[in-house]
């Protein structure tokens, strides 16, 4: 009598130890708490992806504009494109690009250049980027600032 309720003892934890794995791999199947748990995580992972500064930005119009490309990297870093113009009446530009790996820290980023002396100042929000040049007249000459709102467009970044 003892061995079969050994059995039947030893049966059952077999038994759960196999439902666990095809529950495991059906989710679906398993509980309603578990598998609540498991949409969570699911949420919460798309959240965070979503929530990236990745992505290009625009602002300004056609006489106007700066195009940013910004892509989050791994270990706090933003590799970053900037680019500004200013479209003059006679029908020639004015433009200043800046592109590099910077550090990313709560959604804010900094670059400094030497010679031209300038600084940029990045801010990411929801949707969109502020930038803040110190001295626009040296990041690309007449006219050409590429501080303001920008609005995101797209998630996705290619560099040129």
């Known amino acids: 009598m003892r061995i079969i ?13 196999l439902g666990s794995t ?13 598998r609540n748990r498991t ?6 992972q798309t959240k965070r992806i979503s929530n990236s500064v990745s992505g ?3 602002s300004g ?3 106007l504009g700066s195009e940013l490309k910004a892509q989050e990297m791994a270990g706090g870093k933003l590799k970053f494109s900037l680019y500004s113009f ?26 400094h250049q030497d010679d031209p002396e300038y600084t940029l100042k990045f801010e990411f929000t929801k949707g ?7 001295k626009p007249s040296n990041f690309g ?4 600032d590429p501080s303001g709102e920008y609005k995101k467009v797209s998630s996705k970044v290619v560099f040129d």
């Open 5 to 17: 309720a050994i059995s039947t003892t030893v049966l059952v934890v077999v038994c759960f130890s």
């Open 22 to 34: 095809a529950l495991a791999a059906n989710p679906s199947k398993l509980p309603i708490a578990k």
């Open 39 to 44: 949409n969570k995580t699911s949420r919460q």
């Open 56 to 58: 290009t930005y625009k």
């Open 61 to 63: 119009n056609d006489a």
């Open 86 to 111: 200013w479209r003059c009446p006679d029908g020639t530009a004015c433009n200043g690009i800046a592109d590099s790996t910077v550090s990313l820290k709560d959604r804010k980023a900094q670059y």
């Open 128 to 134: 969109g980027c502020t930038v803040e040049c110190d």
């Open 141 to 144: 000459g007449f006219n050409v």
